[in-house]
């Protein structure tokens, strides 16, 4: 069974850190483009960031660049995103996603549809809080 799984998620003070892991099982992430999507309470579900598999290339939110990286770790067969200098309006749901593409670029995975995906995780709460 074809499975993503987040992890990393937690409260955090602004101003702090968190590291979040999509893992997957049954599949090599190195062979999918992949996206971190957030959801805060009310709201639709947005594009953080995403990494190509073709390009390699990668792509942030303007609310997020200079803040958080995406990586991939083929050993761990593991996507990373590294989030610093979190904010309160960073708290949402973060959820990774798959698709299996061959030819797209980063700029374009992370404004196609949420459909487009073939798999999502179950998503992690990170909540950014004093």
């Known amino acids: 069974q074809l499975q993503l799984v987040e992890s990393g998620g937690g409260l955090v003070q602004p101003g702090g850190s968190l590291r979040l892991s999509c893992a997957a099982s049954?599949?090599?992430?190195?062979?999918?483009?992949i996206g971190w999507w957030r959801q805060a309470p009310g709201k639709e579900r947005e594009a953080v960031s995403c990494i190509s598999r073709s390009d390699r290339s990668t792509d942030y939110a303007d609310s997020v660049k200079g803040r958080f990286t995406i990586s991939r770790d083929n050993a761990k067969n593991t996507v990373s995103l590294q989030m610093n200098s979190l904010a309160p309006e960073d708290t949402a749901v973060y959820y990774c996603?798959?698709?299996?593409?061959?030819?797209?670029?980063?700029?374009?995975?992370?404004?196609?549809?949420?459909?487009?995906?073939?798999?999502w995780g179950q998503g992690t709460q990170v909540t950014v809080s004093s």
């Open positions: 996603a798959a698709l299996d593409h061959f030819s797209v670029t980063a700029w374009e995975l992370c404004r196609i549809l949420i459909s487009e995906y073939d798999y």
């Open positions: 049954g599949f090599s992430l190195d062979s999918y483009n």
